[in-house]
């Protein structure tokens, strides 16, 4: 199967940076896609950034040139560079990769624990 670990997560005052990372680790064949989500308390769970194998991007709107998402292939990798923070970017934040392990014959999505952010005013 695949596992996610994220890490960076914190408490941060608004207009500071944090950094996410994500490590994907067991029997993996494959990743294609993968991204950040996060949920805010009594919100839904919403896409943050997302990247290809190929490097293609896309960001929600409101984290449009603050947020940058990378992944490193060969270390099965994904960050999330958080600048200019505020306040509503307070939630959880889970990393989310589309894989497939080698016992299986397709591929699937996984999640992370989640970390959380806390951005203070």
């Known amino acids: 199967q695949v596992q996610l670990v994220e890490s960076g997560g914190g408490l941060v005052q608004a207009g500071g940076s944090l950094k996410l990372s994500c490590a994907a680790s067991?029997?993996?064949?494959?990743?294609?896609?993968m991204g950040w989500y996060r949920q805010a308390p009594g919100k839904q769970r919403e896409l943050v950034a997302g990247i290809t194998s190929g490097d293609n991007t896309n960001y929600v709107d409101s984290v449009k040139g603050r947020f940058t998402i990378s992944r490193d292939n060969a270390k099965n990798t994904v960050s999330l560079q958080m600048n200019s923070l505020k306040p509503e970017d307070t939630a959880i934040y889970y990393c989310?990769?589309?894989?497939?392990?080698?016992?299986?014959?397709?591929?699937?999505?996984?999640w992370g624990q989640g970390t959380q952010v806390t951005v203070y005013s």
């Open positions: 989310n990769a589309v894989a497939r392990p080698y016992s299986g014959a397709y591929y699937g999505r996984y």
């Open positions: 067991g029997s993996i064949f494959s990743i294609n896609s």
